[in-house]
């Protein structure tokens, strides 16, 4: 049994370039089916087993779920922790460089504060008053400085 260390490459850093390029594939997988029952995929083109194209998601195109996920990666990589304004801030930066990635109109407003340079810590609840229980970004405002 091999263990790390008989390896050419760490363990870890390479099961975590595994987990991004899972999360990338899965993700441009599913991009044009997204909110499709598994009925409706189904129906409309079997077993999925390829790569779609369309309009609004041109072949191979990741969507927001892959872009904030790999702001994630690399402000946590960048600051060797969580940081919750270095986050908020690569977020901001990925939401507004082209293409835009299908971002659903609550997080497009409070990525737009951030880019906007409001502190993070106030957005959590600009759009529900209440807080949310989804959008990950906005939900920000429960972390430390």
Do not use: W
């Not at 441009?28 to 609004?56: M, T």
């Not at 690399?74 to 801030?89: K, M, R």
């Not at 209440?130 to 959008?135: C, L, M, V």
């Amino acid at each position: 049994m091999m263990d790390s260390s008989d390896m050419k490459f760490p363990l870890h850093p390479t099961r975590c370039i595994g987990s991004l390029l899972g999360t990338a594939v899965g993700d441009i997988l599913g991009a044009n089916v997204e909110f499709f029952s598994r009925a409706e995929i189904l129906k409309e083109y079997g077993l999925l087993a390829d790569f779609l194209d369309s309009p609004a998601r041109p072949l191979g195109m990741f969507t927001d779920d892959t872009e904030m996920t790999i702001a994630l990666a690399v402000s946590l990589v960048s600051c060797g922790a969580l940081d919750g304004h270095h986050c908020a801030t690569a977020y901001a930066k990925a939401f507004v460089a082209p293409p835009r990635r299908g971002y659903g109109p609550s997080v497009s407003q409070i990525l737009n504060l951030l880019a906007g340079d409001v502190d993070f810590r106030t957005t959590g609840r600009a759009v529900y008053p209440q807080g949310s229980y989804a959008n990950g970004c906005a939900r920000l405002y429960d972390l430390p400085k």
